[in-house]
């Protein structure tokens, strides 16, 4: 069946770093782009990055660019945000999602808590 899977949550240092995966199965992941989002207690969701299917194109938020890197390797059917010089803020989970923009079929993984703390 298809499957989602963010792993690489935890407790980061501020300055510090953390990568997070996101592992899929059940579907031709080569075929799909994938986002990060990230929403904290009481705040909407924010998309964080993006890559298109082949990883040749990125984006970001402007609270991450320059911190942040995107990247996939899809003969592994994974993709990572790494994050670099975190930043002490609010406890929020991460989720990546897989699109095939060419029928707009989404999936969603099931989230990673992240926490910025000293």
């Known amino acids: 069946q298809v499957q989602l899977v963010e792993s690489g949550g935890g407790l980061g240092q501020p300055g510090g770093s953390l990568r997070l995966s996101c592992t899929a199965s059940g579907f031709t992941f080569s075929m799909y782009t994938v986002s990060w989002y990230r929403q904290a207690p009481g705040k909407e969701r924010e998309l964080v990055a993006f890559?298109?299917?082949?990883?040749?194109?990125?984006n970001y938020a402007d609270s991450v660019k320059g911190r942040f890197t995107i990247s996939r390797v899809n003969a592994k059917s994974t993709a990572y945000l790494q994050m670099n010089s975190l930043k002490p803020e609010a406890p929020a989970v991460y989720y990546c999602?897989?699109?095939?923009?060419?029928?707009?079929?989404?999936?969603w993984g099931q989230g990673t808590q992240v926490t910025v703390s000293s």
């Open positions: 999602t897989a699109k095939w923009t060419l029928t707009g079929r989404l999936y």
């Open positions: 890559i298109t299917s082949a990883g040749d194109n990125t």
